[in-house]
């Protein structure tokens, strides 16, 4: 037994545990921390875990709070946004409608894999002076009450072993150890279930297609550095790469829509792709033979009742809740949860009470996931929607670059008086995001689905890529707080446009949204983006 208690023991090393440990380091480097992981590296590449794409907020954590920019530049790849093909049914992409950029936005993303990512963060924390222990076991834990540190008993090569802790933190993953322990998991009503493959050579999607006007809309002609979503009926594909050289397949559905008994083995879901997306079926039974793994998960989407304890516990990523892959959103909560733990045990360090503090950063996170949640919960009819799935990623886009990716790019997100000043706005905001995304069913309802051959290029529209461009400004209070009040009333600007867009052909979808039509100021452009 370690008699000393240790100022955090983190249970779990693999993507959230590790980059709480090297964040916590980083702020506090004289600080002991122990990692307790189960898994011995060197991981397989390309056959490792799900998760492999991030976006902004995740790019920016791992890349700049982190210090890991090097390492993603150099060994994962730059990623070419993400792209929608309405291709159910069909066997050529070229004659639908297509989702996307033309060209990279400015600032950058990654898709990652994840063996790599996690065995040079496992020999980074070691070189960073972190105590990371792997093939052990946990064995359990009991949290010490008052100011007694917390008691974690573990199996590893030497035995039985006891740790004292001051932290205690749960980055174990699904496996969820104090989450259950607590019984904190929580159903949110988001039902859907995954199944994911990986394939050990590049699907090259650029060259599926001979049409000259697809192959040239692109610059660099490099659609398969993006996430690519073939989207079909209550489902959607993924096609992600990675730096291995292997492509990772995912099909995500919703549960009472696409039922998980029709794919949850490979040759079920092989059978699925040929019927729902045969383009994609064709690339991949063409290489049966290089098939690295296949895996998948039921009601994948979880929610959790407490994350932030006054008592110096915490749970992290897929150890607390869980929300969705679609939108990439599992790094940036990591990237959010471990920021709040980070300035919890900082007040902790200084002496000061943990309470009052552990309560707001609670409940901003419950409000960010809450928000990011109705994106995904009963949304899955959308995706087979050329008319409406289109207006909602840009829509859903806009919120996440105009208001989260705000704060979290300044480092406001533990601010408590600046979150309350702009109270009324980020209010204004997470109460429009749910009118537009009953709206978007409310469209659905009467869409004619029209799916043309042409594609919509967001690097059209103007405002869209300048809230990406400038996502990393510094920005004092008085123009943050400009630009989150600007942000806010494009997205009331974004919603009249696209209202109006639905009314266009659907008069009658007017009622109950007169309201949001009531804003003077030009229409953000989406008209040209829409045939």
Not at 36 to 47: I, M, Q, S, V, Y
Not at 203 to 228: F, M, Q, V, Y
Not at 447 to 470: E, V
Request: hydrophobic letters at 40%.
């Amino acid at each position: 037994m370690d008699h000393k208690p240790h100022d955090a023991v983190i249970l779990g090393g693999g993507l959230a545990g590790l980059s709480l440990a090297m964040q916590l380091k980083r702020e506090y480097p004289d600080m002991d921390i122990v990692v307790l992981e189960r898994h011995t590296r060197p991981l397989p590449e390309a056959a490792f875990k799900v998760g492999e794409s991030t976006v902004e907020i995740a790019a920016h954590y791992f890349a700049d709070t982190l210090g890991l920019h090097e390492h993603l530049e150099t060994e994962q790849i730059r990623k070419f946004g993400f792209r929608f093909f309405f291709s159910d049914g069909k066997d050529d992409l070229a004659d639908v409608t297509e989702l996307g950029v033309s060209a990279v936005l400015p600032t950058p993303s990654y898709q990652i894999d994840r063996g790599i990512l996690e065995n040079f963060m496992g020999d980074e924390a070691l070189r960073r002076g972190i105590d990371f222990r792997e093939g052990v076991t946990v064995r359990g834990f009991d949290i010490g009450s008052g100011d007694e540190p917390h008691t974690i008993r573990f199996k590893g090569a030497e035995g039985d072993t006891e740790l004292k802790a001051r932290w205690l933190l749960d980055a174990s993953g699904r496996a969820g150890l104090m989450r259950r322990k607590l019984d904190l998991t929580r159903d949110n009503g988001h039902h859907a279930n995954a199944v994911w493959f990986r394939i050990n050579e590049r699907l090259a999607i650029d060259g599926w297609c001979d049409d000259a006007e697809w192959k040239d809309r692109c610059h660099p002609p490099e659609r398969w550095r993006s996430t690519n979503h073939l989207v079909g009926p209550g489902y959607w594909v993924w096609l992600i790469p990675l730096a291995s050289g292997a492509h990772s397949v995912g099909i995500v559905a919703d549960a009472k829509i696409q039922p998980l008994e029709s794919m949850n083995t490979f040759d079920k879901a092989l059978a699925w792709l040929w019927e729902h997306q045969p383009v994609l079926a064709k690339q991949v039974d063409a290489r049966k033979d290089k098939l690295l793994d296949f895996a998948f998960f039921r009601n994948f989407s979880y929610g959790c009742s407490r994350m932030f304890s006054p008592d110096r516990w915490a749970l992290t990523g897929e150890a607390g809740a869980f929300l969705d892959p679609f939108y990439s959103p599992g790094s940036d909560f990591i990237a959010i949860t471990n920021t709040y733990i980070t300035q919890l045990v900082g007040i902790d360090r200084r002496g000061e009470a943990l309470a009052s503090r552990a309560r707001l950063f609670e409940r901003l996170f419950f409000s960010f996931y809450d928000s990011t949640l109705r994106m995904y919960r009963g949304q899955y009819n959308l995706f087979d929607d050329p008319e409406v799935l289109p207006i909602k990623v840009i829509w859903d886009y806009a919120y996440y670059w105009g208001v989260l990716c705000q704060i979290v790019f300044q480092n406001r997100l533990g601010d408590a008086e600046f979150i309350a000043h702009m109270g009324p706005e980020l209010t204004g905001s997470a109460e429009l995001n749910i009118e537009m995304q009953g709206f978007f069913q409310r469209w659905h309802a009467v869409s004619g689905k029209r799916n043309h051959k042409h594609m919509m290029d967001q690097r059209d529209l103007t405002w869209f890529a300048d809230m990406n461009r400038t996502l990393h400004d510094v920005l004092d209070d008085e123009s943050l707080a400009a630009r989150l009040r600007n942000n806010v009333r494009m997205m009331r600007l974004l919603a009249a446009g696209s209202i109006e867009r639905a009314i266009a052909d659907h008069p009658e979808l007017i009622e109950g949204y007169e309201h949001l039509l009531d804003i003077e100021g030009t229409r953000t452009k989406l008209f040209d983006l829409v045939a």
